[in-house]
């Protein structure tokens, strides 16, 4: 793992865009008119298929719908996700080192910064970390929905921990270990953060 290979995977669309995908990007109010717009063409084009009515001029006002809202859907999407993907802050490719596990969650740990690509910027300040004392200030189900910064004695560093299932981890990345013991994240928002897969940095790496 090279830091140069993680800073290929954020300025990478379609990687950005695949991860971005297992978030719920569309629930937002900026699709809703597009959706209407196909909704109510298509069950006019079927209304008048089914009255055998589908070869009419009738056919043109439904058609136009729906070919209006596929065009602003397709639109409505690409500025979407092209907003998010560009957001500061978002989509930054970083090194976790796994704190321990528990309740079948592992709790990992990880920079924001600039040197959120090198693992040995972890170590110093994590060796006075315990889970213990993370899971004292928060709680399981506060660390399955956000990142948490946990503050660490005599440092000024910015470390942040995330519980991630075992079963995700072990989906995306079962050899992980191997890494020496690091964990590849992809850090989208303080709700969502995937396991990197290893076939995802082979790609940039080549």
């Known amino acids: 793992m090279k830091p140069s290979d993680f800073e290929k995977l954020e300025k990478d669309t379609f990687f950005k865009k695949t991860y971005l995908n297992k978030t719920p990007w569309w629930k937002t109010l900026a699709m809703l008119p597009p959706v209407l717009l196909l909704f109510v063409g298509l069950v006019g084009l079927l209304y008048l298929l089914k009255s055998d009515m589908l070869i009419s001029v009738y056919m043109i006002p439904y058609l136009l719908l729906f070919m209006l809202g596929t065009i602003w859907l397709k639109a409505v999407k690409r500025n979407i996700q092209k907003t998010k993907m560009s957001a500061d802050g978002s989509f930054l490719v970083c090194i976790g080192k796994p704190l321990g596990e528990k309740a079948g ?27 213990d004392e993370v899971l004292a200030k928060y709680p399981l189900d506060e660390l399955k929905k956000d990142t948490k910064r946990i503050e660490i004695e005599d440092s000024n560093a910015e470390i942040f921990v995330k519980a991630i299932s075992g079963k995700d981890i072990n989906k995306s990345n079962p050899q992980w270990e191997q890494n020496e013991g690091y964990l590849p994240l992809l850090y989208i928002d303080d709700r969502y953060s995937f396991v990197i897969k290893p076939k995802d940095i082979r790609l940039v790496a080549k």
């Open 105 to 131: 969650y592992t709790y990992v740990a990880f920079a924001k910064d600039n040197r959120r690509h090198s693992p040995h910027y972890l170590n110093t300040p994590l060796k006075s970390v315990s889970l």
